[in-house]
């Protein structure tokens, strides 16, 4: 018998807002209705990360955990797990070298084999941010599930705070689980956010 997903994995649309300049990443999560329904606090400058998710601020229930495999590593991966049932979910990997110029990861499934893509929107959108606009041009992000995309990630433009939206609605078919879309959006804000804060 399958394990229920947690009803917080459920909704179309999230909004990830990150605390811009602080020693700890606070991170939390909104459904649609402006609610808080997740929070995760990671300490900044970590050798390797390991980044959990609580139901709220209390941290008192953990519902998911985001630990990169390796210490350091130019096409890290990082494995996404349901801390409730402590299982395995899939796994999300950069693409070290095509990353430089535009940002990309390959979405994995639990048994680690390449079921899509995140990739950033446009190319030379994505030369601009890196060589001349920095954070003044917010990252707008796809993800795809097979060659059917399945998620749009994209960034507000706010100068006190990181925020990004989060848009599964396409996903009718729920071909993409949220909780890699979740994991997705929480290492954006951490991993693509270091380069533009």
Known sequence: MENAVNPIFQFPTYLLKRQAIALTGKFRFYDPAGQL????EQKM???REDIRVFSDESKSQEVLSIKARQIIDFSAAYDVVDSAYNQKVGALRRRGLQ???RDEWEVLDASDNVIGKLFEDSMGLALLRRFLA?????QN?????GETRVADLRQNFNLFRYELNLDFSMDS????DRRLGIAAGILLATVEGKQSS
């Open 173 to 176: 078919a729920q071909r993409l």
């Open 45 to 47: 400058f970590r050798l």
């Open 134 to 138: 920095g954070s003044l041009l917010p």
């Open 99 to 101: 990353s430089i110029l």
């Open 141 to 145: 992000y796809d993800m795809t599930v």
């Open 37 to 40: 329904v997740m929070f995760s």
